[in-house]
């Protein structure tokens, strides 16, 4: 049975009562009011629906191919730690060569998922399928080519990262001689002598993704991989991630920032209190949840005024200026409309957070 689930209190109650071919057209009753509406969309994707009558809010997953050529697939998981049910009924899947961002609140359940896909917790019920097998029964080959970087970690301060990683080699029965290769693959090639006791929060986070890199894998799960970096890091470490990417890795990675995912994840998946409320690009959930992301633009002129050109612009949800920075909330669409507003008005533009 396919179900319309309520994002404020969870009920799975919104029941489908017809369906047709791709696209799939549905209908489904509120029920709150029991008025019928129609919604359309892809197979397997997830959209957020108000009632056209009584506005009430709720999820729908359209039935159908969600786990083709999916690489990771994951099927009604849950998780309980006593009476915290940290993951509940959670079902989604990655494509191959996908990067795939995992959103959430504090406490959402992004961890214990990330755990429970990889078979470091066992699940109450539900699966995890990796390349075509079964974390649970065969564990080994589902994690053979898998990256992790955890959302804590703790490296051997008295070691150098060239050690670090020779010893992450010998883990994974990898030969040690490409240790120095993955080091300047995440641009630590002048510390490679230093020990890592030494190293800034960046530098450990640069070097938890060179121990992913270990083995040569094709599917990276990151938790939190830029949490409590400044925005420096956070670039460099994006800029990793879209590199793996590139080179043709599927990445799934947790994050509890919005505006940190644009523009890096292909889709979105959405948890709050161990549900999955919405899954979707980055844009259409924005859209949908009214959710903008906010742009960060230092403006060397713009003295603590915000400029007269961007009040004629449509999109803008929120806009405020503070000495040499703009913060502007607008739809990912807008923001090339707003850069170029700026610059034929005389603003000169400096830093971009984030970048395009
Ligand atoms: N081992 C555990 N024992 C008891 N409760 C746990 C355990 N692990 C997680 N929880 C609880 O499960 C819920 C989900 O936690 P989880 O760490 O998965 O969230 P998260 O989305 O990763 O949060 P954060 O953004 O803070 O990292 C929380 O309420 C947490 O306290
Ligand atoms: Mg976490």
Not at 101 to 121: C, E
Request: with cysteine; charged share 15%; aromatic share 6%.
């Amino acid at each position: 049975m396919n179900y319309f689930s309520n994002l404020i209190n969870n009920n799975l109650n919104l029941v489908a009562i017809t369906m047709s071919q791709t696209p799939v057209t549905q209908k489904l009753k509120c029920p709150k009011c029991q008025h019928i509406l129609q919604a359309q969309g892809q197979p397997g994707q997830q959209i957020i629906i108000n009632c056209p009558n009584c506005g009430f809010q709720g999820s729908f997953r359209f039935p159908g191919a969600q786990h083709d050529h999916a690489i990771i697939s994951v099927q009604n998981l849950s998780k309980s730690f006593k009476d915290v049910h940290a993951v509940q009924n959670l079902s989604f899947s990655v494509q191959k060569g996908e990067i795939y961002g995992l959103l959430g609140p504090n406490g959402a359940g992004k961890t214990t998922t990330i755990k429970l896909m990889l078979g470091l917790i066992h699940p109450d019920s539900g699966t995890t399928i990796i390349n075509g097998h079964d974390i649970k029964t065969q564990e080994i080959l589902a994690k053979h080519n898998i990256g992790f970087l955890p959302e804590r970690f703790t490296f051997y301060e008295n070691l150098t990262p060239l050690q670090t990683i020779q010893f992450f080699c010998e883990l994974k029965g990898v030969k040690k001689s490409v240790a120095p290769q993955l080091i300047e693959e995440v641009g630590l090639q002048d510390a490679i002598d230093r020990k890592v006791g030494t190293f800034s929060k960046g530098m450990v986070q640069l070097l938890g993704i060179a121990q992913a890199l270990v083995g040569n894998p094709d599917v990276f799960i990151l938790d939190e991989p830029t949490s409590g970096l400044d925005a420096r890091w956070i670039k460099i470490v994006r800029e990793k991630i879209k590199m793996l990417n590139d080179h043709g890795a599927t990445i799934i990675f947790s994050s509890h920032n919005l505006t940190e995912v644009e523009n890096l994840c292909n889709r979105v998946g959405i948890m709050n209190q161990g549900r999955l409320i919405a899954q979707d690009t980055v844009e259409n959930l924005g859209k949908l949840l009214h959710i903008y992301p906010r742009l960060e633009i230092t403006i060397p002129n713009l003295n603590g005024v915000v400029p007269e050109v961007l009040k004629s612009i449509d999109g803008i949800q929120h806009v405020e200026a503070y000495e040499n920075i703009l913060r502007v909330t607008c739809a990912a669409g807008t923001r090339s409309q707003v850069i170029a507003a700026l610059e034929k008005t005389g603003f000169k533009i400096g830093f971009i957070q984030p970048p395009g």
